[in-house]
């Protein structure tokens, strides 16, 4: 019973994940750098502004700057899917950033489950919150 060599990756492959780590970090260095309570200048949701209800992404974006600043409670407060998203963002980060650098991918099939399950996660967590925004609990 003989071992098959590990899987490469090209050397597009290669700078796709070096690209994909070095904008999340950016992403998540600007979040860190802003002011949590007010990260953007203007209201970004078109939803909102054409119906006056919230959509089921709204306050994520205030979410995830205070899941980067540590402020954990407040990040639920605006989102309870932030802190999902915010985790989800750095260990994309991270397992891009480890494959550019092997030169190899990494526990493609865990990847897959992971990324599966936290979108799973976050999506039910962001219906149940709009839903419960829109009924007024």
């Known amino acids: 019973m003989s071992d098959a060599p590990p899987r490469l990756l090209d050397a597009a492959a290669r700078r796709s994940r070096a690209w994909q780590a070095a904008v999340i970090a950016a992403l998540l260095g600007a979040a860190a750098l802003t002011d949590a309570a007010r990260p953007l200048p203007f209201d970004v949701c078109i939803f909102h502004r054409l119906t006056g209800l919230p959509c089921p ?8 700057c205070h899941a980067v600043h540590g402020h954990w409670a407040e990040s639920v407060a605006w ?26 991918p990494v526990a493609e099939v865990l990847r897959r489950r992971l990324a599966k399950a936290l979108i799973i996660a976050g999506a039910a967590v962001s219906l149940a919150n709009w839903v419960a925004r829109l009924t007024g609990r």
């Open 57 to 64: 992404t709204c306050g994520m974006t205030r979410a995830l």
């Open 79 to 104: 989102h309870p899917a932030g802190v999902i998203l915010a985790a989800g963002l750095v260990g994309w980060m991270l397992w891009a950033a480890v494959e550019s650098w092997r030169g190899q």
